[in-house]
Nanobody, 119 residues
Framework: HVQLVESGGGSVQAGGSLRLSCVAS????MGWFRQAPGKEREGVAA???????SYTDSVKGRFTISQDNAKITLYPQMNSLKPEDTAMYYC??????????????????WGQGTQVTVS
């Protein structure tokens, strides 16, 4: 059983910055997802174990996903958080295969989520 724990959420003003982290090991792909109230969960960013990354269009150029040992970090560039980034953010792990992306059905394990509020 794989346990994922997110950290780093909180409240910040527009233009501010937060770093989200998730600790995992043995994965082939890690993803960050978010879900705002009344909206479907959407994939934000993903990183394969070999370092290949992908981003959804709404965060492309604003967020970066990285991995360092067992920690997968999601952080905004240039203090670019917007109110529309407000959501519960989840990390997810895929434990085999080469496929990696923004479909939630790809992933085997999920964290409990961390709230990000941008005002």
């Amino acid at each position: 059983h794989v346990q994922l724990v997110e950290s780093g959420g909180g409240s910040v003003q527009a233009g501010g910055s937060l770093r989200l982290s998730c600790v995992a090991s043995g994965y082939t792909c890690m993803g960050w997802f978010r879900q705002a109230p009344g909206k479907e969960r959407e994939g934000v960013a993903a990183i394969r174990a070999d370092g290949i990354t992908s981003y959804t269009d709404s965060v492309k150029g604003r967020f970066t996903i990285s991995q360092d040992n067992a920690k997968i970090t999601l952080y905004p560039q240039m203090n670019s958080l917007k109110p529309e980034d407000t959501a519960m953010y989840y990390c997810a792990a895929k434990m085999g295969g080469l496929a990696c992306g923004h479909k939630s059905s790809l992933y085997d394990y999920w964290g409990q989520g961390t709230q990000v509020t941008v005002s």
